[in-house]
């Protein structure tokens, strides 16, 4: 059972599907399909097996909106109309609904953590040191599966758009979570976590802060700047990754939060080098990487002051009983990037075939028709197992990346939905009428 107050939470009109693909201009709509929570179970915790899920997709997207209600987001062209959305976004009773609702989801989409990951035995300082340089020399080893699915597609320039509208989850907002680890009294190690803060703030100047970097580097691939105007097709591992630093910040996993974030800046510079040539192949000079070249060398300084100054020092100081809790957030954080990419990559492949062909639809199919009008609210979804979709009047885009050509279904067509990609439905006439058969159904 859900909590009653989650179908009035997602029904608030914030979760409206959007006018067109993007949600422009504007950091406090996020399009939810339909409000189709109330058909969905959040009282469970996930496996790891399931991590993709429909359910999780909108138990992240809910979640996000949560965490960000703690956040200070203003568009860039002022508030003007948009002071209605700004009040009910941050509105106290909203909050509080939110707020209410977290645990839940958390423990929907987080909960499996606890089984998937075991850290035990008695843990000592030269032991988490061998550890993390051992995990930190893997990671750093590993091929980058992701530029390699990027410049394998047939269409490379659309993938990475579809990579960098990842990047964008939290590069335009970058560090916010980490800025919730700032306050409070712990002596040195927390005056070493800031210097990092201040770098990804661009020492105060807002020209060299990273997510003025990212901008630039939206821009000059001719995308959009603002905060989460690609909302719709953020992934669901990318986005758990994204709320993942919020969930261990909120609950009080502050160790959790060290080894995770100790970790990632330690990735961060040789995966920013990889991104920073797989777009300069792909889009040759115009692309602006400065955002990546600043990472791929203040990470290298980042990951050292993390694990030197911050990571060893908490060790030293507060004993080996934090030790599990410094690699559980480095276990956590591992899993969650690979959940990510897997899924990433798994769009960027599917996308990538989907868009070669619709082909003839089997006669015969029995499925509930859907009526669909042009500009009717839009948002994206994904489904739980492979879907045929099966036009009967009318044409149709399937939508199935962020800024690559849809792909146009007539009537008479079909085109397989495969399971857990993210996609969107928009009528390219004025209406048209279509269902979704599963497969499963059609085998019989
Ligand atoms: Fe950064
Ligand atoms: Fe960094």
């Given amino acids: 059972m859900n909590a009653p107050q989650l179908n009035s939470f997602v029904s ?8 067109g693909l993007y949600v422009e201009r504007n950091p406090y709509r996020r399009p939810l399909w339909q409000q189709t929570a109330d058909d969905l179970d959040f009282s469970r915790a996930l496996g790891e097996s399931e991590q993709l899920c429909y359910s999780a997709l909108v138990a992240h997207r809910i979640l996000l909106t949560i965490y960000e209600t703690n956040s200070v987001l203003l568009p860039a ?9 700004y009040d009910e976004f941050y509105a106290p009773a909203w909050r509080t609904m939110g707020a209410s609702l977290r645990p839940m989801l958390e423990r929907h989409v987080f909960g499996f953590l606890a089984d998937a990951i075991t850290v035990s035995g008695h843990w000592t300082r030269d032991a988490l040191r061998a550890y993390f340089d051992r995990a930190i020399e893997d990671g750093n080893a590993a091929p980058n599966e992701v530029a390699q699915a990027i410049e394998a597609t047939q269409h490379p320039d659309v993938a990475a758009d579809s990579f960098l509208i ?7 907002t970058e560090a916010s979570a980490m800025s919730r680890t700032l306050g409070g009294a712990y002596g040195p190690e927390q005056s070493e976590l800031f210097k990092i803060f201040i770098d990804e703030f661009g020492y105060g100047v807002h020209e060299a802060k990273h997510s003025r970097l990212f901008e630039n580097l939206l821009k000059s691939r001719g995308m959009l700047t603002d905060v989460h105007s690609y909302w719709s097709f953020y992934l669901t591992g990318p986005t758990a990754v994204n ?4 969930y261990v910040v909120e609950n009080g ?4 939060y060290v080894g995770a974030v100790t970790f990632i800046e330690s990735i961060f510079a040789k995966g920013f080098a990889d991104t920073a040539r797989t777009l300069q192949r792909v889009f040759g000079s115009a692309v602006d990487t400065r955002y990546c070249d600043e990472h791929a060398h203040i990470d290298k300084h980042h990951g050292r002051m993390t694990f030197e100054h911050l990571l060893l020092p908490l060790a ?5 009983e934090i030790i599990p809790e410094l690699v559980r957030g480095l276990e956590e954080v591992r899993l969650l990037l690979r959940l990510a990419d897997d899924d990433l990559i798994a769009q960027l492949r599917w996308a990538d075939q989907a868009a070669a062909h619709p082909h003839a639809a089997r006669a015969g199919l029995a499925g509930t028709n859907v009526t669909l009008a042009r500009g009717a609210p839009f948002a994206t979804r994904t489904f739980d197992e492979d879907r045929l979709l099966v036009m009967n009047q009318g044409e149709l885009d399937l939508v199935i990346s962020g800024t690559g050509s849809p792909l146009r279904v007539r009537a008479g067509e079909a085109a397989l939905i495969a399971r857990q990609r993210l996609h ?5 006439t004025e209406s048209c009428t279509f269902s979704l058969e599963s497969t499963a159904e059609l085998r019989q």
């Fill in 12 to 19: 608030h009109r914030l979760f409206e599907g959007s006018t």
């Fill in 77 to 85: 062209q002022g508030l003007g109309t948009l002071k209605r959305d």
């Fill in 166 to 172: 990842q990047l964008a989850l939290d590069g335009l």
């Fill in 243 to 246: 709320n993942y630093f919020y």
């Fill in 253 to 256: 996993h502050f160790f959790r």
């Fill in 316 to 320: 030293d100081k507060h004993g080996d």
């Fill in 424 to 428: 969107g439905l928009q009528a390219a």
